[in-house]
């Protein structure tokens, strides 16, 4: 039975059905250091389990989950995005194949490589937001550091695709820049339709800051010494994990990265680069319905190479119980603060919940014990009990963001909470957040202060075919920086199981 839920890779499936009693149109294990033209035949065999596929999720639609449209509806537009994503697939292999004279029909396929290969078929899937690129997958740019993650690091198929800022200045004798973003993604395959090599997560690197056309991953280093080639790599086109099981922690079905930060520390031995990487993530222990599954624990791993290994920190865990506030703290959020505090916001487990806010000096990063959890204000018969900051008892954090609103709260946008990210945005001197709802919608709430109060959620985007989830802050975007309106974020595209680039014009919001 396939999951609908966007965060679940499936281990049985209608397609794997269909492929088994048609074995002679299965794909071949793909040679990923060279350019492959698929088949017209393999082509409608994609097309028609892509379309299987897509009718038993939109089927299956669970709570939280916005209605399905008609069955014919949603088998005609798979069909049609499969097509073109298929043709276009096919167009760009053979341009990036033919490049080598300055002809007309060179100058028209360069044309053609450089299409974006939305989605969607309007790009621009609201007044202020619009599709700009993919991130990973099979897509071939005219910029071969654009996407083609299959190619350049045998993933084929990823999601979530947190980002932060490593912290590092740029030296200028170097032939790399080491002032880059960092993005961890989840389940990772090397082959379609989740199929080949599985690993739990991977990392990649830029140092882009034109976001408008999309996000230039570098090449790999394989055995280099260099910790700033495009991922870290365990063959020489083979992204690894960053962060794997430990013998002494529970089983876990997966182990997906939800938010990451960067801390400045001296420059010593142990620390050659004078910063470390933190990342937050879930351990998943079992799937449920749409929106639903449950994590043993959350952990968080430190690494001082700019991300090339990252070190499980036992201090750091915090099981899932529902006899401790721990458990609304399975899926994380990072921003700084200007107080010199790291701000760490959390949910439970799946995307019913609500966020929760705690705070910490980047020196105790790791020690839950040491965080301050944030309690709102409440008023009783007894009187008003002021909002306070609670040392290490995760159970007095209160809800700050979702659940909230009345009998009919959940009627309005940005009830409930899922796989959210924060930053401060200069342009609108606030802090943001973004997540998805129980509509699946992509929402954005301000406030002053990391705590709020928080606005009211305003949507950006609402739910787009195919599934979207997993908005994550850029945090170059010019908004953020302070030098536009400009705000672009990562979000993950269950029907293409990939993560691609979006852009939103803050002065349409």
């Known amino acids: 039975m396939v999951s609908p839920d966007p965060a679940e890779p499936p281990r049985v499936s209608l397609r794997s059905t269909l492929l088994r009693a048609a074995p002679e149109t299965a794909a071949p294990e793909r040679q990923i250091d060279r350019p492959i033209d698929r088949p017209v035949v393999k082509a409608v065999v994609e097309v028609a389990r892509s379309m299987v596929d897509w009718a038993h999720q939109k089927a299956d639609a669970g709570?939280?989950?916005?209605?399905?449209?008609?069955?014919?509806?949603?088998?005609?537009?798979?069909a049609r995005r499969e097509l073109e994503t298929l043709s276009a697939a096919r167009t760009t292999r053979v341009a990036t194949a033919s490049l080598t004279t300055d002809t007309p029909q060179a100058a028209?396929?360069?044309?053609?490589?450089?299409?974006?290969?939305?989605?969607?078929?309007?790009?621009?899937?609201?007044?202020?937001?619009?599709?700009?690129?993919?991130?990973t997958g099979g897509y071939s740019y005219g910029d071969p550091l654009k996407a083609n993650t299959v190619d350049r690091f045998s993933v084929w198929g990823t999601d979530v695709g947190t980002m932060w800022d490593n912290g590092m200045v740029d030296d200028p004798t170097t032939p790399y820049n080491e002032h880059q973003v960092l993005i961890a993604v989840g389940d990772t395959f090397s082959g379609p339709?989740?199929?080949?090599?599985?690993?739990?997560?991977?990392?990649?690197?830029?140092?882009?800051?034109?976001?408008?056309?999309?996000?230039?991953?570098?090449?790999?280093?394989?055995?280099?010494?260099?910790?700033?080639?495009?991922?870290?790599?365990?063959?020489?086109?083979?992204?690894?994990?960053?962060?794997?099981?430990?013998?002494?922690l529970p089983s876990s079905v997966t182990m997906i990265p939800t938010a990451g930060v960067s801390v400045n520390v001296p420059v010593t031995k142990d620390t050659p680069y004078g910063t470390i990487q933190y990342v937050s993530y879930m351990s998943v222990s079992k799937w449920g319905s749409?929106?639903?599954?449950?994590?043993?624990?959350?952990?968080?791993?430190?690494?001082?190479?700019?991300?090339?290994?990252?070190?499980?920190?036992?201090?750091?865990?915090?099981?899932?119980s529902f006899l401790s506030g721990n458990k609304n703290f399975q899926q994380s959020a990072f921003v700084k603060g200007d107080d010199g505090y790291i701000y760490a916001y959390g949910t439970p487990n799946g995307r019913q919940g609500a966020a929760y806010l705690s705070r910490v000096t980047p020196e105790n990063i790791l020690d839950p014990s040491k965080y301050e959890y944030y309690k709102a204000a409440s008023k009783s018969w007894l009187g008003t009990t002021p909002a306070s900051w609670v040392k290490g008892?995760?159970?007095a954090a209160t809800a700050i963001i979702g659940k909230s609103g009345g009998f009919l709260g959940f009627t309005k946008p940005g009830y409930t909470v899922s796989e959210m990210s924060v930053q401060y945005n200069e342009y609108l001197g606030k802090y943001i957040i973004l997540y998805g709802d129980q509509n699946n919608s992509i929402v954005m709430r301000t406030a002053d202060t990391p705590e709020g109060a928080w606005s009211d959620a305003?949507?950006?985007?609402?739910?787009?075919?195919?599934?979207?989830?997993?908005?994550m802050l850029h945090p170059w975007s010019p908004s953020t920086l302070g030098t536009g309106s400009d705000l672009y974020f990562n979000l993950s595209l269950w029907s293409s199981y990939n993560v691609m680039l979006m852009h939103t014009d803050l002065t349409k919001v």
Do not use: C
Not at 204 to 231: H, K, Q, V
Not at 459 to 468: A, R
């Open 290 to 320: 749409a929106g639903k599954w449950t994590t043993n624990y959350s952990a968080m791993g430190y690494s001082t190479d700019n991300g090339e290994n990252f070190t499980i920190d036992p201090k750091s865990i915090r099981y899932n």
């Open 108 to 135: 028209a396929l360069a044309a053609a490589a450089v299409t974006p290969y939305s989605p969607w078929l309007n790009p621009q899937v609201s007044p202020s937001t619009n599709f700009v690129s993919w991130v």
């Open 458 to 471: 305003t949507v950006l985007m609402t739910q787009q075919s195919g599934g979207i989830y997993a908005p």
């Open 63 to 78: 709570q939280g989950q916005t209605a399905p449209p008609p069955f014919l509806f949603a088998l005609l537009s798979v």
């Open 193 to 248: 339709n989740m199929t080949g090599r599985h690993i739990f997560n991977t990392l990649f690197r830029s140092s882009d800051t034109n976001l408008s056309d999309g996000i230039t991953i570098p090449n790999g280093e394989w055995f280099t010494g260099n910790y700033f080639g495009g991922a870290p790599l365990d063959g020489p086109v083979n992204a690894r994990p960053i962060i794997n099981p430990e013998k002494w």
């Open 393 to 395: 008892n995760p159970s």
